[in-house]
């Protein structure tokens, strides 16, 4: 498809796109599951560990709840009306142009941070077999990697993350069958010492107190950032009527197996007290256990689930800023399809930026991780809380007949949506309290004023680009 101006494209519906829709129910499924398996679980989880002890389970419980409440707030948007914009158009009809504004552009430099993080993580597993290779150097070959696998078609591109995420989703169920078996068994090193115990008896189950746990929430809610991608692959979905609840419908089970199942394993198998930060907890596991051959196995994985991870990251930012160019709010050369159908000049744009991560991993390699998660987080929270108010807002104009009533409804009225967002505004609150994570509150501000001054400057030079369907701002509903 030829490039396409700002002006053709800002009266564009969702089926007039340009995106192939190529994106299967098998598909779907995999990528929700990939954008939630990623360097949060399989990394960040020794940091978590350290700092909270099995308590750390409960964590993981708690903001699963959450999560799924916010998925299924945004699944009655996605029913309402699948977009690939999803969310800055949800934000643009339902709180006004700016909110859209806003909304599309820290969803996109949310998962370029994201990118940062996951080719740091991708980075510090390769220290795993080559100790010796400066962890810029392997960040940077391969975000160049996963940016030429980007370039292609958005079939290929779902039947590759399908596949990656099944080697992610084989190796969590292999870990948890294999971490039963020394406990039940007693097999390895770890056998004679393996025991559900370990979950209360080094010091308990609040072994550095409650206060300790609500410190790592920031933690926990990054291992949980991507579920919502589901929401960006409605443009490129074959049905996403019935493709994307199903997908969401699965995210309890995803939640209870991947997150609180394995690490009630592995901190069953091996005690809390021997996990470090920065240090994959699965891998540390199975090295405890005595199988050299199966840690190097296990570390490959999460490898691949970090790359896997910014894969869909990449894929997210071009749709991201390409719908910001469609609305005339990012240089229209950013509309510009490949004959593949896919957004290069975006993702070309994106991947740039993202190594902005390279840099960052050869001045600070220690705390690069540490400080790129902590802005993906705020970003996300803000994300995730635009989908709740939309959500708020898009029930209560249902409820009051000015439009169509979803077919995949989120439960619990809005009761759970107002809970949710409080939680999220809890979350942020802790930020504020870690010395290590309060960077990122320093950043969005800056993030903000940045926003400010280019909503201006588009005021002045392009009005049309600023025109929102929510001019008429829609009443908040209260819980009911």
Not at 31 to 56: H, M, N, Q, V
Not at 447 to 464: D, F, S
């Amino acid at each position: 498809m030829a490039e396409q101006t700002c002006d053709q494209a800002v009266d564009s519906g969702p089926d007039e796109e340009g995106y192939a829709r190529g994106l299967g129910s098998r598909q779907i499924q995999m990528i929700a599951i990939g954008g939630a398996i990623g360097t949060g679980l399989f990394l960040g989880a020794g940091t978590a560990i350290s700092k909270a002890g099995p308590s750390l389970i409960l964590a993981y419980a708690i903001a699963g709840v959450v999560i799924f409440v916010i998925m299924r707030a945004l699944g009655e948007l996605l029913t309402y009306r699948p977009v690939a914009g999803s969310f800055s158009e949800y934000a643009r009809e339902f709180l006004g142009p700016f909110a859209g504004y806003v909304t599309g552009w820290t969803y996109w430099l949310f998962w370029v941070v994201t990118g940062m993080a996951e080719t740091t993580a991708a980075a510090v597993y390769v220290k795993y077999w080559a100790p010796g290779i400066p962890q810029w150097l392997s960040a940077l070959c391969f975000l160049l990697v996963l940016y030429a696998a980007n370039l292609i078609s958005v079939k290929l591109f779902g039947e590759i993350e399908f596949w990656f995420s099944m080697v992610k989703v084989t190796a969590i169920i292999g870990m948890i069958l294999i971490g039963i078996g020394v406990l039940t068994l007693g097999f390895g090193k770890a056998g004679e010492t393996a025991s559900v115990t370990h979950l209360w008896q080094d010091g308990g189950f609040f072994p550095k107190g409650v206060g300790a746990t609500l410190m790592t929430l920031q933690i926990v809610m990054f291992a949980y950032l991507g579920v919502e991608l589901v929401g960006v692959t409605a443009g490129e979905s074959e049905d996403p009527e019935k493709t994307l609840p199903r997908a969401i419908n699965t995210l309890p089970l995803r939640i209870v197996l991947f997150y609180i199942g394995s690490l009630a394993v592995i901190l069953a198998v091996v005690p809390w007290t021997e996990f470090q930060p920065g240090v994959s907890p699965f891998v540390a596991a199975f090295g405890k256990i005595g199988i050299p051959a199966a840690a190097g196995i296990i570390n490959f994985v999460v490898l691949t689930a970090a790359l896997s991870s910014c894969n869909s990251g990449m894929y997210s930012t071009g749709r991201m800023l390409r719908e910001l160019a469609m609305r005339g709010q990012a240089p229209s050369r950013m509309t510009a399809l490949n004959k593949r159908q896919t957004p290069a000049a975006a993702i070309t744009a994106s991947a740039l930026l993202m190594g902005a991560g390279v840099l960052l991993n050869a001045v600070a390699p220690g705390k690069a991780f540490e400080y790129i998660t902590a802005v993906a987080t705020v970003c996300g929270i803000w994300t995730w809380s635009i989908i709740l108010i939309c959500q708020i807002r898009y029930r209560t104009a249902w409820q009051r007949g000015d439009l169509p009533e979803p077919s995949f409804k989120a439960p619990a009225g809005l009761w759970s949506s107002w809970a949710a967002l409080g939680f999220l505004g809890l979350v942020v609150v802790l930020i504020a309290f870690d010395a290590d994570n309060r960077i990122s509150l320093y950043v969005f501000p800056v993030w903000a004023v940045l926003l400010v001054i280019g909503y201006q400057v588009l005021k002045r030079t392009r009005p049309e680009a600023v025109r929102g369907t929510a001019d008429e701002q829609l009443p908040v509903a209260g819980p009911r």
